[in-house]
């Protein structure tokens, strides 16, 4: 969807290292969704973000809403190589339906 | 408590033919989406069907078409396969007012030959 835009499209981590993807919406977000995709298999819910300035943690793995900038950041802490897939992030502009991003996929070295 | 089911997992085709794909909702959902993902990219919406009729449709030819069951189980039809269908179909099931978010299938992969 070109109402949003996931970046960055890939990423290497050193397994331990942080990383961060962010997803920016050109329009006004009503709830903002991320999933985890493994190649060629289901989406896998992480975290559903509805209110500006909400922040929710799993794990090792931290989803902020900036209602502001209509812009929310997926922080993954020390990465490990079950971290590594496809991560999507999925809007909802209150239409009842979920607009996706083109996802990021992330690679883990060890 | 099981989740959202697809079947089949795997489909091959071949150009001109009809397909169906089906989808049992999570417990608990009343509303079914149906998104296409295209290798590389992001899912698509096709259509959202509630209370056994579409509310909603994407950016999706005729040929593609639902049905919703008093269960709340969906299919999807494609007909006239062409190459450019073949994809990942993904089934989202939500409860009318996605209070509680979308739980997605696995998904079925239709090739096309």
């Known amino acids: 969807s070109q109402e949003l835009e996931q970046s960055p499209q890939s990423l290497i981590v050193q397994e331990g290292k942080n990383l961060t993807i962010n997803c920016t919406s050109s329009?006004?977000?009503?709830?903002l969704y991320w999933y985890k995709q493994k190649y060629g298999e289901g989406l896998i819910f992480l975290m559903m973000?509805?209110?500006?300035?909400e922040e929710k943690s799993h794990e090792k793995i931290t989803a902020k809403l900036d209602e502001k900038k209509q812009q929310s950041s997926l922080h993954i802490t020390a990465s490990q190589p079950s971290h590594a897939g496809i991560y999507l992030c999925g809007a909802d502009f209150n239409d009842y339906k979920l607009s996706f991003g083109a996802g990021t996929t992330v690679t883990v070295r060890a | 408590d099981a989740g959202v089911t697809q079947s089949p997992t795997h489909l091959i085709k071949t150009r001109g033919q009809q397909v169906t794909l089906r989808c049992s909702p999570k417990?608990?959902?009343?509303?079914v989406s149906w998104y296409q993902q295209a290798l590389g990219q992001g899912p698509q919406f096709i259509f959202q069907?509630?209370?056994?009729?579409?509310?909603q449709r994407g950016n999706f030819p005729d040929r593609f078409s639902g049905h919703q069951f008093p269960n709340y189980s969906s299919e999807l039809n494609v007909n006239a396969l062409l190459l450019g269908d073949s994809a990942l179909y993904l089934c989202?099931?939500?409860?009318?007012?996605?209070?509680?978010?979308?739980?997605f299938g696995s998904g079925t992969r239709l090739t096309v030959v």
């Open positions: 989202a099931s939500s409860s009318w007012d996605r209070g509680y978010g979308y739980t």
């Open positions: 329009k006004t977000l009503y709830g």
């Open positions: 069907y509630y209370e056994e009729e579409e509310r």
């Open positions: 973000l509805q209110k500006g300035g």
């Open positions: 417990s608990g959902h009343d509303t």
